[in-house]
């Protein structure tokens, strides 16, 4: 797809005469089309990234701080915190392959799925948040997961999406994108 059939321009951070940062955008023929100064004071570089084309607000939104806290609340089996957390109808929608894939309500249907996970490994689950971010009332977070089970190892990214209403988790997606045949570390 062209730019003339409304392909999407890339954008990338360069830098200005100054050294401030500036966001230039590029069409699909590498044509740069605009230039604004973003100041670069306001965004930190990403851990482990040493090209300033990665960079992260140093604020937090409100529905990260809140998907920081659910996690947390996970490994402390916090109900009292998952239940402020979560709306009273909150819908859980795991995928892939884990032991209780399917629609999941409120935070007994929460502690259901999440909770077998625990139980199979023994508690032997360890997570890093590789992103998270949020829009409106919308999440998004990559992780990284190492699961041990009967001395098996299960390494996946697992995806989620949330959906936020007055501040609170209304419903999430959970996908494990663990590899081909990851069924058996379950067995």
Not at 2 to 7: I, L, R, T
Not at 82 to 92: C, Q, S
Not at 111 to 134: M, N, P, S, Y
Request: charged share 25%.
């Amino acid at each position: 797809m062209s730019p003339e059939d409304g392909a999407a321009a890339d954008v990338g951070l360069g830098a200005d005469e100054t050294g401030r940062g500036a966001e230039v955008a590029v069409d699909g023929l590498g044509r740069s089309t605009e230039t604004a100064i973003v100041p670069t004071s306001m965004f930190l570089p990403m851990p482990g990234e040493g090209s300033a084309s990665y960079v992260r607000d140093m604020s937090e939104h409100p529905n990260v701080t809140v998907i920081n806290r659910m996690t947390a609340a996970v490994f402390e089996n916090d109900r009292d915190t998952l239940a402020d957390v979560f709306t009273n109808d909150m819908e859980l929608h795991v995928r892939g392959p884990l032991p209780r894939p399917g629609d999941h309500r409120g935070v007994e249907g929460f502690l259901g799925a999440l909770g077998a996970i625990f139980e199979l490994t023994g508690g032997d689950v360890k997570i890093e948040q590789l992103f998270c971010t949020a829009e409106g009332p919308w999440a998004a977070e990559w992780e990284h997961c190492v699961l041990g089970r009967n001395g098996n190892t299960l390494e996946t990214k697992n995806a989620f999406v949330y959906r936020f209403v007055d501040g609170r988790i209304a419903e999430m997606w959970m996908i494990c994108a663990a590899p081909a045949g990851s069924e058996s570390f379950w067995e």
